[in-house]
């Protein structure tokens, strides 16, 4: 797996990395969102230069313009909740991509600190020779996002796999090391310290669907 870090680099990035985890910020819901839709966009930015380009002509009012644009095309896809937000972020610069959603939650059957990934809902567009972008904010056990990768592939064989994470865990990043193609990239703003007991991350910053979209029950 091909692993990119951004925040090594001190970037506006980082800026926007430091509001969504301060407990102040994250008061103000419209703000968290709109700093993972940013984050997003970043992200899209970094992606796009090591994607295919294809060389076209475009016509202007004086003249042809020798240039490229994107060659494959990109579907987004999106683990609900949590990933709306991002998801929107990486749609403001790939705006012609095809876009899939997918539900994928922690399921407790004894009331404790184990669980079991549920995959359930789906929408999601052709993947068959396509690059496919899975975005999710938070890689913690890295069991949610093998979960639906594996889900997905039971329609289609993408060209490239891209996933990309805000905040990651060192468990998570490992875990799909083991169990994604070695072809995958893997997109990462931060690399965090490590996994609690209850398999969060720490020092994280907390839940991000419920700081994007409020509690849940």
């Not at 929107?88 to 705006?95: E, K, S, T, V």
Request: negative net charge.
């Amino acid at each position: 797996m091909q692993i990119h870090n951004l925040s090594k680099k001190n970037s506006v990035l980082n800026h926007f990395l430091a509001q969504i985890r301060d407990v102040n910020v994250q008061k103000d819901s419209l703000r968290f969102r709109r700093n993972i839709e940013r984050i997003g966009e970043i992200m899209s930015y970094e992606l796009s230069k090591i994607l295919d380009y294809k060389n076209i002509e475009i016509q202007t009012p004086l003249g042809i313009k020798k240039t490229s644009e994107i060659k494959n095309q990109l579907v987004i896809c999106s683990i609900l909740r949590a990933g709306l937000a991002l998801h929107q972020g990486f749609l403001n610069y790939f705006d012609d991509s095809e876009n899939g959603f997918i539900s994928a939650y922690r399921h407790h059957p004894n009331d404790d600190d184990s669980f079991d990934i549920l995959v359930e809902y789906q929408a999601v567009a052709d993947i068959e020779n396509k690059n496919l972008l899975l975005v999710d904010p938070m890689l913690a056990t890295g069991q949610s996002v093998v979960a639906v990768f594996n889900k997905l592939i039971e329609k289609g064989t993408p060209k490239e796999i891209h996933i990309a994470v805000i905040i990651a865990a060192p468990e998570g990043v490992a875990y799909l090391e083991e169990h994604l193609p070695n072809s995958c990239h893997l997109w990462i703003a931060s690399l965090d310290e490590k996994l609690n007991d209850k398999k969060y991350i720490v020092p994280g910053l907390g839940d991000a669907g419920d700081l994007a979209y409020g509690t849940k029950l």
